[in-house]
């Protein structure tokens, strides 16, 4: 097995939850209204998943391992992000998640947030799981022991 055999690609677990949610917004409106400090918020978490995401890419290449969903992988990265969380890419698209309901403004994209962990769990993150132990074996057990699945 040279890639991830996943259930559902990792954006459309959590793009497809969020495009719902937005779209009952703009037909139905939302319940309440979100404080103004949800923009600015919405601005910073844009910026935070900029920078986790792409320094988390960054040390992909620095490894010559995959950097998209895919792609196979040919070894662990266990340095910056990845000493935080075995699953720093799909954290920071649950970022980019919260950043986009925020700034649409959409309260049923948030109340949608947890389907589409749900979905990335199931549909990416397991899978991921098992194609690593596959390939990697000790090494990805032993790295599981000590970095959490997400934060």
Known sequence: MDVVPFRIWPPVALGLPLAVGVAVTGVWGDPVTLPAAAGPLGWLLLLGFACWNGWSLWLFRQHRTGLL?????????????FALSRNPLYLGLVVL?????????????????????????????????????????????DYAGRVRRWL
Not at 113 to 123: F, K, M, Y
């Open 69 to 81: 969903p895919g792609q196979p992988t040919t070894g662990l990265v266990e340095r910056g992000p």
């Open 97 to 141: 998640y919260v950043a986009i309901a925020l700034l649409a403004p959409s309260v049923w994209a948030l109340c949608l947030l947890p389907v589409g962990v749900v979905a990335l769990e199931w549909g990416a993150i397991r899978p991921e799981e098992r194609y690593l132990r596959a390939r990697l074996g000790s090494a990805y057990d």
